[in-house]
């Protein structure tokens, strides 16, 4: 057999093996909000609840991953000055997502006013969404005040939630909140109401 025969016949049989093989796929469909490249994007925030993403600060540069992870909202609880050179707003709504803010700047923002704004922004998110501060601390602390205020949790339970949502250093600051309203609920009168406020 002549090295030109020999060619032939392996491009042949090449041929027809492409032809009779399945066709294969080298990964989901882009559709799919779970491929390797949308599950990164997700990879640096906690699922606390179903639908709702919580974690650190964004930038311009990871809103087209988000997005392509599913994510329809963001809620933004860092003031506008913690970045000035990011119009966070303009540029998750230009990237079509919906946008809030609710800014808290530390923990004098940990306010029952606060909570439930927190708590309105949640109820009202339709598809999935992503709350973030700077690091996820102040996510966790509105969710643990959020779980003892509105829905009922004792202490080490709104402690666990807020956790579950990235509370750290900001722990001390929900449980000292958390103890003064117990003072306030078992205080006998209004002079021992406002001793709860001293301690």
């Not at 913690?82 to 709504?93: I, K, L, Q, S």
């Not at 750290?168 to 000292?176: K, Q, Y």
Request: with cysteine; proline share 6%; hydrophobic share 45%.
């Amino acid at each position: 057999m002549t090295a030109r025969t020999t060619t032939s016949l392996l491009a042949a049989t090449l041929v027809l093996l492409g032809c009779t093989s399945t066709p294969t796929t080298t990964g989901a469909p882009a559709s799919r909000p779970d491929t390797a490249a949308q599950r990164s994007a997700l990879e640096g925030f906690a699922t606390p609840v179903a639908g709702i993403r919580s974690g650190g600060r964004i930038s311009a540069d990871d809103l087209p991953a988000l997005r392509a992870a599913g994510i329809v909202h963001v809620i933004d609880l860092t003031p506008d000055a913690e970045t000035p050179g990011f119009d966070e707003a303009h540029a998750v709504r230009a990237a079509g997502l919906a946008y809030d803010n609710l800014p808290i700047a530390g923990a004098a923002d940990l306010s029952p006013a606060s909570v439930a704004a927190f708590d309105q922004l949640l109820r009202d998110v339709e598809g999935p969404a992503l709350v973030h501060c700077a690091s996820g601390n102040r996510v966790g602390a509105l969710a643990a005040l959020r779980a003892a205020w509105l829905q009922g949790a004792d202490e080490e339970a709104a402690i666990a939630e807020g956790r579950r949502w990235g509370l750290r250093s900001l722990e001390t600051e929900v449980r000292n909140r958390l103890a003064r309203e117990r003072c306030v609920a078992s205080a006998k009168g209004p002079d021992e109401a406002a001793a709860c406020h001293g301690s």
